[in-house]
Structures are given as C-alpha cells and as structure tokens.
C-alpha cells in the first residue's frame, strides 16, 4: 500500500526562490491555534514582535523582549507543518553589534525551532546581515517604517517620499547584498515599492506598499477585525471577530444572569454514565 509521503515544511531558499513567481502568502501568528488555521493558506508565517501590542497591550513594540519571542515562537511553533516560521528580533538584540545580534539569532533558532529570523534596518544593518548569514543563520530584512525606530523617524509615517526614495532604494540594494532572503517594504510609496521589487533579486513582500511586490504580510490580528484599537490604511478587515466576540461575550452573560445557561444539554445525569 502506497503512503504519502509527509508534508515538507518550507524553507528561507523556498521562498527566495519565489522571485517574480506565485505571490508570497505572509501573516503573523502568536499561539498555536492560529498557526494551525494559518499553515494551509500561508507560505509564511512570522512570530512578530507586534504581539507586544496586540496580545501584552504594550503601546508600542520597543517593551518587547527575547523572553517573549522565544514564549511565542514555540507555541506558533507547534501548530505549523507547512509555513516558513520567520521570528523578529526584538528592539535592543541585535544593533549593538553583530555579535550580539547573531548570538540573539542562533537562541531564537535554537529555542523555538524557526527557519529564519528578521531584523529591521537597511543599509546600517548590512554587515550584521552578512554576519548573521554566513554563520548559517537566514536573515529576513525589513526597510521603509521600521517601528522598532519610530522614535528616530517621527512617528508611524510613510517614508520614501520625494528625495527620500534613494535612501529606502539603497537599503533595499544593502540588505540583498548582505544576503537576506527576502526584505518587509513597510508603509512605502506603491511606484518606489515597484521600482525596488524590480531592482533587487530577492522577493518583496509588502506591508502597505504595492500589490505588485513578491508577497504581502498583514498582522493576523488586523485583518481579523479582532484588533480595533485603531486601523492602518493598508489593513483591510477580512472578519469582524472583535464585534462577534463582544456579542457572544453579551449573549453568555444574560443568558448565565438568566439562569437560561447551562441548559439541561449541558449537564449531566446520573443515568448517563460514560458519557463527556
């Protein structure tokens, strides 16, 4: 009896390999239930550092820490067999030095199983890439709106507006010349996320940038509509789980002040033994 073979998870060269090809599927994940609704649909799934705002109701991701990647990472861990598990590296592991940065990267790897980590930084980050790379580690870059540095830029604008452009190009060419195998386009004009997506030869994926980048990534939590706090231009809403839950959250609470909930289906007897 023939028996299929099991499922490969993808890896960093799987995906750089999809240059120009198949658009890149890429969400984020923090839990294990969602990592297992995401691996069928997504080539990509990354343990970001978001999770600080939208799990730890942190206010921005700067209080994120190591701890909390590797917590996150395992558990998204344990409910993929397909994805790429990419995990962020955290504001304050990795600008010191790249020393510091590949040793924060190989605990990642190690401590949660991923197949790839990302920093934030362009052309300033160039050599702790290449470090990071040639000790075996790959490296996901990711320029534009780095929040990690939401301080130095002003807040959460859009950057690589008029002269600005040639500084995100070059980033762009640093990163791919440091040897990450993909680079975030985050909050970008779509013509210079274009013109970038065309001028390097590692993928692009796209986080309010173009439809004609190599991928597009949104936090899960966004696009779910189970984050409300506020939306960011480039979130579209596929599900309003925040307004469902908050209705059956109501709807448990009357029906328990009713006494209407449990109803006699939901408990048990003493002629039922057996049953669950």
């Known amino acids: ?43 990509l799934v990354l343990v970001g ?32 067999s397909r994805a790429l598990m990419v995990v962020d590296m955290p504001f304050g ?61 002003g807040g959460y604008r859009v950057q690589g ?14 990163v791919t010349r440091a040897g990450a195998f993909s680079v975030v386009l985050e909050k970008v004009p779509a013509a210079l996320a274009d013109q970038i997506t065309a001028g390097i030869d590692i993928p692009t994926v796209g986080i309010g940038a173009s439809s004609g980048c190599d991928g597009q990534i949104l936090v899960i939590d966004d696009m779910l509509g189970l984050f409300d706090a506020f939306k960011p231009k480039f979130v579209k809403r596929y599900g309003d789980l925040a307004s469902d839950a908050r209705t059956a959250i109501r709807t448990y609470a009357q029906e328990v002040r009713a006494r209407s909930f449990p109803a006699p289906e939901h408990v048990f007897s003493q002629e039922e033994p057996g049953t669950c």
């Open 1 to 43: 009896m023939s028996q299929s073979a099991p499922q490969r998870s993808l890896t960093a060269s799987d995906i750089r390999a999809r240059k120009g090809a198949d658009p890149l599927v890429c969400l984020t994940a923090y839990t294990t239930p969602v990592a297992q609704l995401a691996d069928a649909d997504c080539d």
């Open 49 to 80: 550092d978001s999770v600080g705002m939208v799990l730890h109701g942190l206010p921005s991701t700067l209080g994120v820490t190591m701890e909390m990647m590797v917590l996150h990472g395992r558990a998204v861990a344990r409910g993929l």
């Open 93 to 153: 592991s990795y600008e010191d030095s790249p020393a510091q940065a590949f040793r924060n990267a190989a605990r990642l790897m190690a401590e949660t199983g991923a197949g790839a980590v990302k920093l934030e930084g362009g052309a300033h980050m160039e050599d702790t890439i290449r470090f990071i790379v040639e000790r075996g580690i790959p490296v996901m870059a990711h320029i534009g709106l780095t929040p990690q540095a939401v301080n130095a830029l």
């Open 161 to 174: 507006r008029g002269a600005d452009a040639d500084r995100i190009s070059e980033d762009a060419r640093a």
